[in-house]
């Protein structure tokens, strides 16, 4: 049996990552013809498929620059693409550079589909190229790579091996995502308090230097703890790691007395990590995940309040979110941009509310409130963030589990100086097609940034929001 492949591609995988092209090593790919035509419907418009739809017709045009019929036959030679970040591209992370060989189809099938599959859909048309070339290259295994699940379950039931597209997938099993912080075992300070040193910072905060084999495994601005009874104990924050050394210092406390945030208090351990990173001038990124009522969005604004009105850190709060289906033309609502966004943004009303009614004042005195707030926060379209530059704001993503990493980069890339941008979302409730948990932008940015100096990430565990909604989160 041939050691090399042959990867027939699904029109989905190349409108979700145009530089799968050069991500299959040494192995040949199959382009039928049906996918051509796919990508020329697709490419017109300003959404993200479109975009990408024209990106691999440029890549086809460069490939074939210049060659005659006769080479499309034999096949294009792939040239190792030199993405972003530098290194070659391969068939999964750190793979080796392409080397195969890129096939049209130039001739129809002659194989034609079992009877028990009516009809000659774009898919049906793909699985007969599937099978025409099994029937030719009987020594090389032929595997269909594509992200419709459907078609996968088609091209098993005749005999035509598949996979799904996993180049983009960030890791192996969401289990092993960071999440922020770390508990520390109970025996931390007889192994690692040897040659501990602390002191005091410019700011009076607590500040601990530790050695020890635990060092090794832990993260700038990752968040450490020892519980004591009471459910609170020693917390502390990674501020520099130097080989098996650490700075560590005590972080702040806001789940009572005065260190409330816009009349917030922290109701557990995680909320209290996300309000520390949240109020850092030092971060400039900040990712929170969590399921439906574990307090992200109040979170965020609270602390976006606290630094725009209270001290006047950034000028204004930008709110944003994912318009499900992601890139959808906001046209069709009446009114302005923010108008149009309006529907969309009931979640950050709600958490506004909250914030209002916390106070002690009047009806007058909140509505006064509420006028200053509509002026400091803007609502903005994803749709409308391409070469826009943010100065001195404080930007948040709402939803971003729905966001593509090509997306994510896209909108990280806005960000000026003396901004910070909090990204916001629960990985169960992915609404784009072609997205998972694994894939997801956000799940990536968790990922790259771990350890950043200036980034951090908590997951928040606990829903917060009623007894009757943890409790039907708990048995529903």
Known sequence: MNKRKIFVLDTNVLLHDPTSLFRFEEHDLFIPMVVLEELDASKKGTSEVARNARQVSRFFDELMHGTDHAQIEKGLPLPSVRSGNGHGSGRGRGGKPASGRLFFQTRPADTSLPGLIPGNKP???ILVVALELQTQ???????????DINLRIKAAIVGVHTEDYHNDQVLDDLDLLYTGYKELPANFWSTHGDKMQSWQDSRGRAMYRIEGPLVKDWY?????YIPDEGGRGLE??????EGNSAELRVIRDYRHGKSSVWGIHAKNREQNFTLNLLLDPEIDFVTILGTAGTGKTLLALAAGLAQTLDEPRYREIIMTRVTVPVGEDIGFLPGTEEEKMTPWMGALMDNLEVLTQNSHAGDWERAATNDLLAKRIKIRSLNFMRGRTFLNRYIIIDEAQNLTAKQMKTLITRVGPGSKMVCLGNLGQIDTPYLTETTSGLTYVVDRFRGWPHGGHVTLARGERSRLAAYASEIL
């Open 123 to 125: 898919d049906n048309s």
């Open 137 to 147: 290259h009987p020594t090389r295994k032929v595997t269909l790579v594509s992200k």
């Open 220 to 224: 700038v601005n990752q968040f450490l």
């Open 236 to 241: 502390l924050m990674v501020s520099r790691i």
